[in-house]
């Protein structure tokens, strides 16, 4: 009898297949595309895509995936979960619900200041943050990394202390300068420029659905109501 007992660590096994799982919940979101041929806003195309809009549009599944963030950060004393933006406000009101710490949530604001892009905190949260308050960031996704750079700055500013970084998917190609991220998924999409990309010379169609779509978000194509 031959033994084909896997010889891959158990850990990193156990580890994988949660990450499969929680894959497959941004799946069942429709957040999650494969097997695509897509048009990114750079103009590179990429077999995979994450609508960023849609990963927490399930109650129950962001429940769940909150909670495991906050399994990983249960050993951490935690007063303060800080986000910004719609998505990860959300997830961070699942991650501080589930936290034994019972932290608050508090959210900054993204906006420009004088041509920089800057998160800041609203009046009322800023006597919250303050001088030795844990606080533990949460993202829905990490792509560049600048949002985090952000919200670090801002909790450091006040001389607090950030615990760690949460997130449901960050791209492994990112340098988050040593910070303690706990990501449910961790991947990267393989980017192509057009002239080199397999999908084309394939003849695979390219999906140009979420370029559009963003380039109608964008508030200067927004149309007002017509002026007489
Ligand atoms: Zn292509």
């Not at 957040?31 to 990429?46: C, E, R």
């Not at 963030?69 to 501080?96: E, N, R």
């Not at 450091?156 to 300068?177: F, H, I, K, M, Y």
């Amino acid at each position: 009898m031959t033994v084909t007992a896997s010889k891959k660590d158990p850990i990193a096994v156990e580890a994988e297949v949660r990450e499969k799982i929680h894959l497959e919940i941004l799946k069942r979101t429709g957040a999650y595309h494969s097997n695509d041929h897509v048009l990114l806003p750079s103009g590179h195309h990429t077999s995979e895509y994450i609508e960023k809009t849609l990963v927490t549009t399930e109650p129950s599944f962001t429940e769940g995936l909150g909670a495991v963030i906050a399994k990983h950060f249960a050993p951490w004393p935690v007063d303060v979960v800080l986000s910004t933006g719609p998505g990860a406000l959300i997830l961070s009101h699942c991650v501080a619900r589930a936290h034994p710490s019972r932290p608050i949530v508090v959210y900054g604001t993204k906006g420009l200041i004088s041509g920089h892009r800057k998160v800041t905190l609203p009046v009322e949260f800023q006597r919250l943050i303050r001088p030795e308050t844990h606080v533990l960031l949460i993202e829905d996704l990490v792509s560049t990394g600048s949002t985090l750079n952000l919200l670090t700055n801002l909790v450091e500013q006040t001389g607090a202390e950030v615990v760690g970084v949460g997130c449901l998917w960050r791209r492994t190609s990112v340098d988050l300068g040593g910070r303690p991220v706990f990501s449910l998924v961790s991947r990267d999409f393989p980017t192509y420029s057009p002239t080199d990309c397999p999908l084309c010379k394939k003849g695979v169609p390219l999906n140009e659905e979420f370029v559009r779509r963003r380039a109608h978000r964008r508030p200067s194509t927004i149309k007002g109501p017509k002026t007489p």
